[in-house]
C-alpha cells in the first residue's frame, strides 16, 4: 500500500462502494411482513411530519459507523429502521446501505427481530455488540427488540448518553416521541399468518392501518350501507304490500256491501 503524506486528503467509502449484504437468510417467514406491516402502516404518518418527504426507513439495511476490514464488521443491520430530515436518496442515487460518515444523521429508531434466545440483540461487548453499537456509536434515541415467540417488546430510549428501559403506558404500548405514535403488539391476521405483530397507534390508541385495511374497511363500510339500504328497500316493499293488500281487502269488502245494497259515504 503507497503511504500516504500529510496534505493527501483521505477518501473515504460511500454506500455505493461498501457491500450491501453479508450473505445471511432471513430468520423467519415473519420477518420480511413485519418489516412491510411497520413500513406501509406509518407512511402516511411520516409524510405528514415530513411534507418536503425528506425521511427514509431501512429494511435489513446496513448502518456503516466505523471503517474495518472486512467491511462488514464496521456495521450493523436492523430489521427495521428510520431516519427523518435526510433525502430518501443520494447524490440522485438509491442507497445501497447508510453510512454515518456521508449522512451524520442518526436513525431516531431501530428495532431488531429475536429469532434465536435474544442474546445477539442484547449484546453489551464494546465494538462488537448490537446493544454496545446502537447506545455507544450510533447512539439512536429509541431501540426496540421484538420477540414474537414470546410476544414481547422490550423498549429502550437513549438518556445522557445510557439506554434506559421503557415502561408501556396504560394501553401497553411505547411512546415514540419525534413520531407522534405508540408502538406496541397486535394480534390479529396479516399476510394470512394470525400472529402478534408490531403495530403503531397514535396518541388516542387507534390502531394505525395500511393503505389495504383502510380499503377493505372502506369496502365493508360500503358493503354495510348497500345492506342496510337493501334491508331499507325490503322493509318498504313489504310496508307497500301490507298496504296494497289493505286497500284491495277494502275495496272487496265496499263492493260486497254495495251487491247487499249497502251504500257507504
Not at 429502521?81 to 446501505?97: A, C, D, H
Not at 403488539?185 to 394470525?194: R, T
Not at 395500511?210 to 365493508?220: I, L, N, S, V, Y
Request: glycine share 8%; hydrophobic share 35%.
Amino acid at each position: 500500500m503507497q503511504a500516504l503524506d500529510s496534505k493527501t486528503p483521505i477518501q473515504l467509502p460511500d454506500h455505493t462502494q461498501l457491500p450491501c449484504e453479508d450473505g445471511t437468510f432471513v430468520k423467519n417467514f415473519q420477518e420480511h411482513p413485519q418489516s412491510i406491516l411497520l413500513t406501509e402502516s406509518i407512511w402516511g404518518k411520516l409524510q405528514e411530519i415530513h411534507p418536503d418527504r425528506q425521511f427514509c426507513i431501512g429494511q435489513d439495511s446496513g448502518i456503516y459507523w466505523r471503517i474495518t476490514e472486512p467491511p462488514q464488521k464496521g456495521a450493523e443491520a436492523p430489521d427495521w429502521f428510520y431516519v427523518p430530515n435526510v433525502s430518501p436518496t443520494l447524490e440522485g442515487k438509491i442507497r445501497r446501505s447508510y453510512v454515518l460518515w456521508q449522512e451524520l444523521v442518526a436513525p431516531l429508531i431501530a428495532i431488531e427481530f429475536v429469532s434465536g434466545n435474544g442474546a445477539e440483540e442484547r449484546d453489551k461487548t464494546p465494538y462488537q455488540g448490537k446493544f454496545w453499537v446502537y447506545e455507544k456509536a450510533i447512539r439512536i434515541p429509541f431501540y426496540g427488540i421484538y420477540e414474537e415467540k414470546k410476544a414481547s417488546l422490550e423498549m429502550y430510549h437513549l438518556i445522557a448518553g445510557k439506554y434506559q428501559l421503557m415502561f408501556p403506558n396504560e394501553r401497553g404500548h411505547y411512546v415514540i416521541e419525534g413520531m407522534g405514535v405508540e408502538l406496541g403488539i397486535w394480534q390479529g391476521i396479516y399476510k394470512n399468518m394470525d400472529l402478534p405483530w408490531l403495530r403503531w397507534w397514535d396518541f388516542q390508541g387507534n390502531l394505525i392501518l395500511t393503505g389495504e385495511e383502510r380499503a377493505d374497511g372502506e369496502k365493508r363500510r360500503a358493503d354495510g350501507e348497500k345492506q342496510r339500504a337493501d334491508e331499507e328497500k325490503l322493509r318498504a316493499d313489504e310496508e307497500k304490500l301490507r298496504a296494497d293488500g289493505e286497500k284491495l281487502r277494502a275495496e272487496r269488502l265496499a263492493a260486497k256491501l254495495r251487491e247487499l245494497g249497502v251504500e257507504l259515504e
